[in-house]
């Protein structure tokens, strides 16, 4: 049962799903969406038939499900939504992540890459006006001591001055930052080996794997693994010239170069804008186990993982496209964000091929939060892949398919969309299954783990 009071509407609703005939055909399909709070309901059948005789294997059905219908995962990976998709978003993340950096047979990534150049990077927005902060040092401009969750923190000092639309367009051209910056950092390190950028691919390449993550000033940044591989990728070392220092050193010069920004245009009341990176760059060397002062392998790739699955939501601003300023009202958006997502509507007319208005929810944001090179790992879609193919498995084993040739089954389906989400009741019972279903799993994952550690193998 939900672990807090429900109203009684709630509860009344829950209680009428708990005592249906088919409760738990019910449940079983949420326990296969993994808890998920926004699951997409369809109505439809499929049928499997030996492609030889006409015979039929296996018919299914949605007539005799609960509702008529089935209901499989939404997918969404903002925690916000679907914590169960989510952390499931999450759970593929982290050893994508951790595979660029420690390697993975089955992911195809060697063990070399240990041996590789690899750093963490931070890459921060410049200022657009001084704001309500917890420095190492004092007090807070205003002369408070800030709390760790003051909603103050990250609001500006002074709001009439503060660059809101300035905010809302580095946002907006954040990742054209980040696309010129890797392209000068292939410059620079070939610059520091004696090369011209095209010799430069005949030595290493540089793969990269980064997520981004909103400050609660409503500016976005990006984390980053930047690594240094052979001109075959992960497969082949670099060449001995290529060390961190060097890579490290190449970093902070494209950073600031001038080729690492962006320029915009004066339009209506708003100057012309050169963007860059804050100057506030953080670069960490990664060690695999750590030596007190560097980070490891898996503090990166949860870290990564992390962020992965959230967006703008710490400023709070919605988690979804705003048809009009009327809902900030309706669902309490604080001022700081309500006055960036009021600059997004006010420029948007401005700059039309931006979109503004359209990615408003995401403060202007409008790239990948979690992006990759080619060459640095696997990808989020043979994972998914993998666990498809593993699920058609057992479902195949289940019906009593698994001897026969998959060129000798003819498949036939119909599927029709018919809806989305949950009532009061089954939302509640939803997240309860969700909580179990995580708890099961960290449970094997930890016990598997002292496994490995008693065994040596971690």
Known sequence: MPDTLLDPTTLGDLLRVASAPDYNRWEDQIRRTGGCADPIHLTGWILHKDKTTGETLHHYSTENEPGGRLRVACGNRRASRCPACAWLYAGDTYPLIRAGLAGDDDKDIPATVRDHPRVFATFTAP????????????????????????????????????????????????????????????????????????????????????????????????????????????????????????????????????????????????????????????????????????????????????YATKAAENTGTLDRRIGELAELDRYGVPDHARRLITACRDLDPLYPDRRLWAWAHMLGFRGHFSSKSRHYSTTLGALRQARADYRAAQEQASLGLEDREPDTVLVLADWQYAGHGHTPGESALAATIARDLQLNRETAREALREQLADEGGC
């Not at 800030?146 to 909603?151: E, F, I, M, R, S």
């Not at 050193?249 to 690492?260: E, F, K, N, P």
């Not at 963007?275 to 007190?292: C, E, N």
């Open 127 to 306: 200022s657009f006006g001084p704001v309500h902060n917890r420095p190492d040092r004092g007090a807070c401009r205003c002369g408070t001591h800030h709390t760790a969750d003051d909603p103050a923190l990250g609001t500006a000092l002074d709001p009439e001055t503060y660059d809101y639309a300035g905010a809302v367009l580095f946002n907006n051209h954040a990742g054209e930052l980040w696309q010129r910056f890797t392209t000068r950092l292939r410059r620079e390190i070939a610059a520091r080996a004696g090369l011209t950028r095209r010799e430069l691919s005949n030595h290493l390449r540089v793969s990269y794997g980064k997520v981004a993550e909103f400050q609660k000033r409503g500016a976005v940044h990006f984390h980053a693994v930047i690594r240094l591989d052979g001109p075959d990728g992960p497969d082949s070392p670099p060449a001995p010239w290529a060390t961190v220092p060097l890579l490290e050193d190449a970093i902070r010069a494209a950073a600031v170069h001038a080729y690492s920004s962006v320029s915009v245009l004066a339009a209506g009341d708003q100057p012309a804008r050169t963007f860059q990176w804050g100057r506030q760059l953080d670069i960490r060397h990664v060690k695999a186990f750590g030596d007190g002062s560097d980070i490891t392998e898996q503090a990166v790739a949860s870290y990564v993982a992390k």
